[in-house]
């Protein structure tokens, strides 16, 4: 009787060893079926991001190619970065019978589109609009505009040689770095950029990295730099519909708009300069910026150079707040680049008269070539 109590009790005991085994084995099969379905499956948090984080979303989108999510309509008078412009529905096929540019085109800022081209896309020498790229990269890797930097004859001697345009500065000059920038855009001072280069990046070279950099960050697919200023090289180009992405861009910046809308300024006072440098802006010396019914031109930068010709880069306000980029580029004259452009403004209302003596040529007291100055004789002719 007790064997057979004894063999009972194993029994049992092996019994419920065997259903503990049985039911640990069926939860640790439960857990990996469920740890199999779940493996590859997003984890999603529900976040309300920061309207920075936001706009870093977005602007890694639109430089990957990707389409950002839809936003609110863009209020009149904003610039938004969306990526490559789209051509407008009524889009402005120019020639040679509307404007004397080779290149030209006009933006729609608002509503991200091309309105009016003519070969956008052809390869140009940006010439000094360059400098609103040198502009951008110095603003945005300088924390101290109040710093300074001193001006020398290294810098200055061989702008001289090759001609370039300079704002004034001379060798000794401490000089600070807003009027730098006040330098490079207004004037168009190659001895600025220069100058502005060495304070960043040791090198004009490797300031010129940095160009390059940031002109792939912004999707500028058929630009490349080699200098600050825009002086001649083959391997320094790019396109009116790139220079006018660049334009559409550095106006979102406070110090890059108010440097590029600036018509006099007047550089710091220093013992070589002791009533500073008069600055005068290229483009408003030569327009007011209101001749285009409608429209007014507040911001911009010319270009010059014999392989280049006349260009001219500009960022304009219609009478509904609508904002717009402009460019011409390889035009004949600096007035006809002016004209040009007032022509291509003038696609947004009513037409814009061009006069017919832009190309005459008359000679100074000395009997050197100068070009007319009469703007009087106009005809209806115009891009409507």
């Known amino acids: 009787m007790r064997i057979h109590e004894k063999r009972w009790q194993k029994n ?28 590859g499956k997003p984890k999603i948090r529900k976040t309300t991001g920061s309207a920075a984080f936001n706009v870093q979303v977005a602007t890694a989108n639109q430089i990957a190619g990707t389409e950002a999510p839809t936003e609110a309509p863009t ?50 020498y940006p010439a000094s609009m360059t400098k609103v790229m040198t502009l951008l990269v110095a603003v945005e890797n300088i924390d101290d505009l109040n710093d300074t930097f001193t001006m020398t004859n290294s810098i200055i001697d061989p702008l001289i040689a090759a001609e370039a345009s300079r704002a004034g500065f001379e060798d000794g000059e401490t000089v600070t770095i807003t009027d730098l920038l006040y330098g490079i855009v207004l004037p168009s001072g190659a001895d600025a950029t220069t100058a502005i280069a060495q304070y960043v990046s040791g090198t004009e070279d490797a300031y010129v990295e940095l160009m390059n950099q940031k002109a792939q960050e912004l999707g500028l697919e058929h630009t490349h730099f080699v200098n600050t200023s825009g002086l001649h090289d083959e391997n320094h180009y790019s396109t009116a519909l790139d220079i006018a992405k660049l334009m559409e861009y550095a106006m979102q910046n406070d110090t890059c708009r108010e440097i590029l809308s600036t018509q006099n300024y007047t550089t710091s006072k220093t013992s070589q300069h002791p009533d500073g440098i008069p600055l005068e802006s290229t483009m408003f010396s030569r327009m007011y910026g209101t001749e285009v019914d409608g429209v007014t031109i507040l911001a911009g930068k010319t270009g010059y150079t014999d392989e280049a ?30 004209y040009d452009t007032f022509a291509l403004y003038g696609i947004i209302h009513d037409g814009y008269p061009m006069p017919t003596d832009l190309d005459a040529v008359v000679t100074d007291a000395n009997g050197n070539a100068v070009e007319a100055d009469s703007e009087t004789t106009t005809t209806t002719a115009s891009i409507s």
């Open 309 to 338: 010709g006349n260009c001219l880069v500009s960022y304009a306000k219609d009478d509904e707040g609508k904002t717009f980029v402009a460019v011409t580029a390889k035009g004949t004259t600096y007035k006809r680049a002016i």
């Open 12 to 39: 049992s005991r092996f019994g419920i060893q065997v259903t503990i085994g049985v039911v640990c084995g069926l939860i640790v099969l439960i857990f990996l079926i469920v740890l199999l379905t779940q493996t």
């Open 75 to 124: 209020e009149a008078g904003q610039i938004s970065i969306t990526g490559a412009p789209a051509a407008a529905a009524d889009l402005v096929e120019l020639t040679g019978a509307n404007l004397t540019s080779q290149h030209a085109v006009l933006l729609d800022v608002d509503q991200n589109t091309i309105l009016a081209q003519r070969d956008p896309e052809g390869k140009i």
